[in-house]
């Protein structure tokens, strides 16, 4: 009878009729093969089509009773030992409205897939560009075979990933381009995902059984970052003691990154009431992350005899960097999984039902997730939180920006001397990096309403814990930029004294009278010519023609004789010159042509006066110029502030002045009953005068103990923790005196750092010539080698003057020398 049929319809059905006899195929089987060919991305691609075919070959099994050449099948079949009956039986389960109904949502299933693909591809691209381009990589130290290296000045702001670079297999359903290979590109992570080829140009794979823990998985190849402008050190621990420092640019290339997320279960939340429902959904949870970088190519800079120690600098670095930022992006993605959870979470939550009928999980299936397991973006937030806790009863000590355009409490900075300074340096914090932070919670509550923030703040009670977001860089200089002006603009200051700088131009002195010149010459430093190094005395320690001209300093090169040039390298100017006086300096007018020195060697002591030394080899400020031909060069080009006897005694700002050499002050009157009542102006009266000093000061802080409730601000000396500083002059003190609040006592109102010993020294010689460029030729009689860094130049100052109690710097006027040699 079967070989009368030629409907391929009928055909089809007899095939699985036939199956179904002979025990290789199942009704539930039959079931499932009619689910999974219309749910094949081919049957989908061709939707309509297979729905009616679906519905013919279904037509037919329901009409089966009716038609000849199937009775003929079934008698055949009752011969075997199948009744009838028992076929009809299972053939009357099948649900027909039911696979109609899978058909349709077949054909619809296409579209929602690849939205679904699409939305957790953006979602992750989104995550990826906003997350690890502001990442900021922690200084990496180690140290091996005797080198101790240090790397940072890291960021991932270089970071690059493109779109098509991220793959997303989501319920088995995986997206690719045409062309892309089947090869897993994290094959180092996991075994090769299989893909079915489609017929669309955006591949998909689909039909495998998927884990729950595996449900979605998110690849990113191809990825690379530049770290431009690290900034690298090394120190020998032994001989010779090499130290240096430079730049160092890192390149990260063939990186990729792995997200693989856990669907579990949640109770719903209802929306008024923000109560849990009975009722179940689903929620993406991190499972686990992945980063691998595949080359990593570093430069560092540097020449001359530390050549060998870069070249081995860079073979230590490699890998153990290549580990350092592989561990620092993984934890990065997990302190900020919340963000991509929040974003994947919305997106995904209409394709919920899609998801769970591809991947053939029901609602049982899933683990219920508990709180650790779901991050919000809100917990992830705090990821860079740090607490600080306030323990002595003197002011905050922190600068405050109230209107910024966030609406939020940003730290402006900590400035020197306060307390809140000291809280983050015992904390082991740089306090710069508080700069732009965020003030998000005071004594553990987390205020929405910035007034009860800033009303917790201004609450004397201590102690006082403070919680901070700490800002980006991006934020830190905007914060940094816009207080930077807006103190500018309300800071008008008058113009500066000009500075007043010797001229470069010839002198020409003429002398007339017969008698002695008086004036001593020596070789300059760098053989040029003559130079004045002093004047000779008469018999009667009179002033010599020279000398009284009041034209001719010391440290003046001697550029002219009557109009002849005396000068010029390697000594012939010193023989030019005596050659000349030899001939005319008898004679009677004489005209010297004098120009200024440009080599100063400068020998720097510990001062053993008065009763403290303030500064040292720390006041002097370098920097480095790189020349293609000299190497580096190191300028000396300016002083730099040192921290005053009140801050070094560990004063605050706020602490109580009390005594001043004994003698009650402010606070310090109404304590001893003096009803002298020496106030703040008196008291500034008195440290300006000289007899005031050597002084001794006494401070006074309110104790530490109290209840964290509770305050009390009154000053008394039983409750009061007392110091004492020295100093020899006002402005070694280094504070800012104010008047407190009830108009009597003396409060510290400002740290401020001092001038040094040697700024005030050298200040008025050398300022006027920082311009020039003041090249550090010398120090400790030797030569400054051009492999020289700051960090070298100031250990060798900082020994010296430990070791010797005084410097010795050569410095060579840069500007000057090239115009003395300039001269005809």
């Given at each position: ?154 960021s991932m702001e270089g970071f690059k990933v493109r779109k ?315 914060i940094e930029e816009w207080v930077g002006e807006s103190n ?295 030569v400054v080698p051009s492999y020289a860094s700051i960090a ?33």
């Amino acid at each position: 009878a079967e070989s009368n049929v030629s409907d391929p319809t009928m055909l089809a059905m007899l095939a699985r009729v036939r199956k179904l006899i002979s025990g290789e195929m199942t009704l539930s089987g039959l079931i499932d093969e009619a689910v999974d060919i219309l749910n094949d991305d081919k049957i989908v691609a061709a939707g309509r089509k297979f729905v009616k075919h679906g519905e013919d070959v279904l037509d037919a099994l329901e009409n089966v009773s009716g038609n000849k050449m199937v009775e003929d099948a079934i008698q055949v079949a009752e011969k075997a030992g199948i009744t009838k009956e028992a076929v009809m039986q299972q053939m009357e389960k099948l649900d027909i409205n039911q696979i109609l109904d899978t058909a349709g949502t077949a054909v619809s299933d296409e579209t929602a897939r690849r939205d679904l693909v699409s939305s957790a591809t953006d979602a992750a691209l989104d995550f990826l560009l906003r997350i690890l381009p502001s990442l900021p990589v922690p200084p990496f130290d180690g140290v091996r075979d005797g080198l101790v290296y240090h790397l940072s000045n890291l960021s991932m702001e270089g970071f690059k990933v493109r779109k098509e670079d991220i793959i997303v297999e989501i319920a088995g359903i995986r997206a690719k381009k045409q062309g892309e290979s089947d090869e897993d590109p994290f094959d180092t992570f996991s075994d090769p995902i299989p893909s079915i080829p489609g017929s669309d140009s955006d591949e998909h794979t689909t039909g495998k059984a998927v884990k729950a823990t595996e449900l979605l998985i998110i690849d990113v190849s191809n990825i690379s970052a530049m770290l431009d402008d690290a900034i690298f050190s090394f120190e020998q621990t032994y001989l010779p003691y090499l130290k240096g420092k430079g730049k160092a640019n890192i390149k990260l290339t063939r990186g990729s990154i792995r997200l693989q997320f856990e669907l579990r279960r949640r109770k719903k939340i209802d929306p008024e009431t923000e109560e849990e429902t009975d009722e179940w959904e689903p929620v993406l949870c991190l499972h686990d992350r992945k980063c691998k970088i595949g080359e990593i190519d570093l430069t560092l800079q540097g020449e001359g005899r530390v050549t060998w120690i870069i070249n081995k600098l860079v073979s230590f670095f490699k890998n153990p960097l290549r580990d350092y930022v592989v561990r620092t992006i993984v934890n990065v993605l997990t302190n900020q999984s919340g963000v991509i959870l929040d974003k994947l979470n919305s997106s995904l939550s209409n394709y919920w039902g899609l998801i769970l009928r591809t991947a053939s999980l029901s609602m049982d299936d899933l683990v219920e997730a508990d709180k650790t397991d779901i991050t919000s973006v809100t917990a992830q937030s705090r990821a860079n939180e740090v607490e600080l806790v306030w323990r002595e009863r003197v002011a905050l000590g922190m600068n405050l920006l109230l209107n910024d355009e966030s609406g939020q409490l940003k730290v402006v900075d900590f400035p020197r001397g306060s307390q809140a300074r000291k809280v983050a340096t015992g904390r082991g914090f740089d306090p710069d990096i508080f700069k732009g932070a965020t003030i998000i919670a005071v004594n553990g509550m987390y205020h929405d309403d910035q007034d009860d923030l800033l009303d917790a703040l201004t609450d004397p009670a201590r102690p006082k814990s403070i919680n901070f977001q700490l800002a980006n860089v991006e934020d830190a200089s905007r914060i940094e930029e816009w207080v930077g002006e807006s103190n500018a603009a309300s800071n008008a200051t008058p113009t500066k004294t000009e500075i007043k700088k010797v001229p470069m131009e010839v002198t020409t002195v003429s002398i007339a009278k017969e008698g002695d010149l008086g004036i001593q010459f020596s070789s300059s430093p760098d053989n040029f010519g003559l130079v004045v190094t002093g004047f000779n005395t008469g018999e009667y320690n009179e002033a010599l023609l020279g000398e009284k001209t009041g034209q001719i300093h010391i440290g003046n090169i001697l550029a002219y004789i009557n109009g002849t040039r005396v000068v010029a390298d390697n000594g012939e100017g010193k023989e030019r010159a005596l050659a000349e006086f030899e001939k005319v300096g008898q004679t009677r007018p004489i005209e010297l042509g004098m120009i200024p020195g440009y080599i100063y060697r400068e020998v720097l002591e510990k001062s053993n006066t008065g009763i403290v030394h303030v500064g040292g080899p720390e006041e002097l400020s370098f920097r480095e110029e790189e020349d293609a031909s000299t190497g580096t060069r190191i300028f000396f080009d300016g002083f730099k502030d040192v921290i005053g006897m009140a801050e070094s005694g560990g004063v605050l700002i706020g602490d109580y002045l009390i005594f001043v050499n004994g003698f009650p002050v402010g606070a310090g009157c109404q304590l001893y009953n003096d009803p002298t009542d020496r106030g703040l102006e008196e008291v500034i009266d008195m440290l300006k005068k000289k007899k005031t000093y050597p002084a001794a000061l006494t401070f006074a802080r309110p104790k530490k103990a109290g209840s964290r409730w509770t305050s009390s601000a009154a000053l008394s000396l039983e409750s009061a923790e007392t110091f004492c500083v020295t100093a020899d002059y006002y402005h070694q003190i280094g504070c800012i005196f104010s008047e407190g609040n009830d108009g009597k006592s003396i409060i510290v109102g400002d740290i401020k750092g001092i001038p040094g010993a040697l700024q005030q020294r050298m200040k008025t010689k050398y300022e006027p010539q920082f311009s020039d460029g003041l090249l550090l030729e010398a120090m400790e009689g030797q030569v400054v080698p051009s492999y020289a860094s700051i960090a070298m130049v100031e250990k060798v100052l900082k020994k010296s003057w430990a070791d010797k109690g005084q410097i010795e710097l050569t410095i060579c006027n840069m500007k000057r020398k090239e115009w003395a040699r300039s001269l005809e």
